[in-house]
């Protein structure tokens, strides 16, 4: 059981926009900023997201984050095939002392 | 360009010890943190272990707390992750991840390859 919750799966067709939740408590998301990785199977994961709603350089716009309390929201709009991949959560949680992950969404574009 | 090159990953019994490299160029290596981050097949995301930016911090995940050692040379611009009493839960991918700050955070900005690990007997 991973401390961050995250959806198993999540699903939309092109141009909807989707949101992916992520929820926690107060010793990680509800005290420290949240960030979201993308993951294709068999390559690098990239950091889609830090501070929970930064964009780093390169990553477009349709992309952005959120956070209130002990949960955070990942939101996709203009979906596109090419945004099919796997999507987690993470933060620091300071009653582990260390980073801890959400088990991941599989989001499919119909 | 910024490359993380990890190396070591191999076939062991469980009870024996194994060392993962990351090979590391293209930004200022003593001004960040690094991590160690593993994917078991079929699993998400799990992360192991990070240090700080002169190693004066470091932090391991409760199932490999004991057993793993994080280390880090920044004269030579590399990572190392020193795994002993390894067990079959361990079997994964290991990647080498670049935090954006120097104190150990949960922002890996950049990612190596990564290496596969798998304990079994």
């Known amino acids: 059981q991973s401390v961050l919750t995250q959806p198993p799966s999540a699903s939309g067709t092109p141009g909807q926009k989707i949101t992916i939740s992520c929820s926690g408590s107060?010793?990680?998301?509800?005290?420290?900023?949240v960030n979201w990785y993308q993951h294709f199977p068999g390559t690098a994961p990239k950091l889609l997201m830090y501070?929970?709603?930064q964009r780093p350089s390169g990553v477009p716009d349709r992309f952005s984050g959120s956070k209130s309390g002990t949960s955070a929201s990942l939101a996709i709009s203009g979906l596109q095939s090419e945004d099919e991949a796997d999507y987690f959560c993470?933060?620091?949680?300071?009653?582990?002392?260390?980073?801890?992950f959400g088990g991941g969404t599989k989001l499919t574009v119909l | 360009e910024v490359q993380l090159v990890e190396s070591g990953g191999d076939l062991v019994q469980p009870g024996r010890s194994l060392r993962l490299s990351c090979a590391t160029s293209?930004?200022?290596?003593?001004?960040?943190?690094m991590h160690w981050v593993r994917q078991p097949p079929g699993k998400g995301l799990e992360w192991v272990s990070g240090?700080?930016?002169?190693?004066?911090?470091?932090a391991y995940a409760d199932s490999v707390k004991g057993r793993f050692t994080i280390s880090r040379d920044n004269a030579k611009n590399s990572l190392s992750l020193q795994m002993n009493s390894l067990r079959t839960e361990d079997t994964a991918f290991y990647y080498c991840?670049?935090?954006?700050?120097?104190?150990?955070?949960?922002?890996?900005?950049?990612w190596g390859q990564g290496t596969m690990v798998t304990v079994s007997s």
């Open positions: 991840a670049k935090d954006i700050a120097t104190g150990i955070d949960a922002s890996f900005d950049v």
């Open positions: 293209g930004f200022i290596f003593d001004d960040y943190a």
């Open positions: 240090i700080n930016w002169n190693s004066g911090s470091t």
């Open positions: 107060s010793s990680n998301i509800g005290s420290y900023t």
């Open positions: 501070s929970n709603d």
């Open positions: 993470a933060g620091w949680d300071d009653s582990l002392n260390g980073v801890v």
